[in-house]
């Protein structure tokens, strides 16, 4: 997310060949994300990690935001809208990582990166972004796949899983409301660091109370492979591309941006079946290839 500051409408303009090389690097990132937090898991609680990683990527934030002379605390009324966003960063993250204790890594890849049909939809009720019927079709491949996936029988597959996978789509439809947060109000004119130092900023007391009211603790010093893929989840995941995620959403249509997304589960099933021997079977796969199908046809481009 360079941080750019020449502001589309809100719409946002069509994407570049540099856009979308940075998206599929995010998708890239974010589809092996989930097995990094379930690793994490076995030294540190959720919300305690999540907070941890909050914490870090601040860090990074106000060092980005530093070098490259964004005033972070000036007034520009963009005080309200920054804390709405920062409130649903906060408890969207409170559900994944809550969620990813009772549903697998492959499993929480598909269903957390349902968020771009929410974002077509969102587009479509603020930002007036119109829906032809080859796309509201895709809405509903979309929703039939995520409700195959939930209802696939799976090897060891309970209805706490299914109580993870609800907290996973949940969280997917508050990453969308972020975006779509972002993109109609004044946070659309500032710097991407600001708008997302307030979702940042504002998630480590919410982890925080998450974690006091959970009563959790670090019952022993996390080994190394914890420490390291925290620090990957707090410096690169939350710090860098989230931040340029937010400075791609304020430039580009986010429908057509977040499209690009529907990538991410294929990473994210492929990477839960490799390193952490997720049970994967056929029916599984077709409905991973419905979400991803229906979101292809949902942001098909429109021809002249």
Same mark, same amino acid.
């Given at each position: 997310?360079? @941080?750019?500051?020449?502001? $589309?409408?809100?719409?946002?303009?069509?994407?570049?060949?540099?856009?979308?090389?940075?998206?599929?690097?995010?998708?890239?990132?974010?589809?092996?994300?989930?097995?990094?937090?379930?690793?994490?898991?076995?030294?540190?609680?959720?919300?305690?990690?999540?907070?941890?990683?909050?914490?870090?990527?601040?860090?990074?934030?106000?060092?980005?935001? +530093?070098?490259?002379?964004?005033?972070?605390?000036?007034?520009?009324?963009?005080?309200? @809208?920054?804390?709405?966003?920062?409130?649903?960063? =906060?408890?969207?993250?409170?559900?994944?990582?809550?969620?990813?204790?009772?549903?697998?890594? $492959?499993?929480?890849?598909?269903?957390?990166?349902?968020?771009?049909?929410?974002?077509?939809?969102?587009?479509?009720?603020?930002?007036?972004?119109?829906?032809?019927?080859?796309?509201?079709? =895709?809405?509903?491949?979309?929703?039939?796949?995520?409700?195959?996936?939930?209802?696939?029988?799976?090897?060891?597959?309970?209805?706490?899983?299914?109580?993870?996978?609800?907290?996973?789509?949940?969280?997917?439809?508050?990453? @969308?409301?972020?975006?779509?947060?972002?993109?109609?109000?004044?946070?659309?004119?500032?710097?991407?660091?600001?708008?997302?130092?307030?979702?940042?900023?504002?998630?480590?007391?919410?982890?925080?109370?998450?974690?006091?009211?959970?009563?959790?603790?670090?019952?022993?010093?996390?080994?190394?492979?914890?420490?390291?893929?925290?620090?990957?989840?707090?410096?690169?995941?939350?710090?860098?591309?989230?931040?340029?995620?937010?400075?791609?959403?304020?430039?580009?249509?986010?429908?057509?941006?977040?499209?690009?997304?529907?990538?991410?589960?294929?990473?994210?099933?492929?990477?839960?079946?490799?390193?952490?021997?997720?049970?994967?079977?056929? @029916?599984?796969?077709?409905?991973?290839?419905?979400?991803?199908? =229906?979101?292809?046809?949902?942001? +098909?481009?429109? +021809?002249?």
């Amino acid at each position: 997310m360079s @941080a750019e500051t020449i502001i $589309s409408p809100p719409g946002g303009r069509a994407l570049t060949a540099g856009a979308i090389a940075l998206v599929l690097m995010l998708c890239l990132t974010w589809g092996f994300n989930q097995i990094a937090i379930k690793l994490v898991l076995h030294d540190i609680p959720p919300y305690t990690q999540a907070m941890l990683r909050s914490a870090g990527a601040l860090l990074v934030i106000l060092a980005i935001a +530093r070098m490259r002379g964004v005033k972070l605390f000036e007034r520009d009324g963009t005080l309200k @809208a920054g804390l709405f966003a920062g409130l649903l960063f =906060g408890i969207e993250f409170v559900l994944i990582f809550h969620g990813l204790q009772f549903t697998t890594a $492959s499993r929480a890849a598909v269903f957390l990166y349902t968020m771009p049909f929410f974002v077509a939809f969102g587009s479509y009720q603020f930002l007036g972004e119109r829906l032809r019927p080859v796309q509201w079709a =895709g809405l509903a491949v979309s929703f039939a796949g995520v409700a195959v996936a939930i209802g696939v029988p799976q090897p060891d597959v309970t209805a706490d899983v299914l109580i993870g996978d609800l907290m996973i789509v949940a969280g997917a439809g508050l990453w @969308a409301a972020t975006t779509l947060v972002v993109k109609t109000t004044p946070l659309l004119y500032v710097a991407p660091e600001k708008a997302l130092g307030y979702q940042v900023g504002l998630s480590v007391p919410i982890l925080g109370l998450a974690a006091l009211l959970a009563g959790e603790t670090v019952t022993r010093v996390p080994g190394p492979l914890a420490l390291s893929l925290l620090s990957f989840q707090a410096f690169w995941v939350v710090g860098f591309t989230f931040l340029l995620w937010f400075g791609l959403i304020k430039t580009y249509s986010a429908s057509k941006l977040s499209a690009f997304t529907f990538i991410t589960p294929l990473f994210g099933v492929a990477a839960g079946y490799l390193i952490m021997g997720d049970h994967l079977t056929p @029916a599984f796969g077709l409905a991973a290839l419905l979400v991803v199908a =229906g979101l292809v046809l949902v942001n +098909r481009p429109v +021809r002249a």
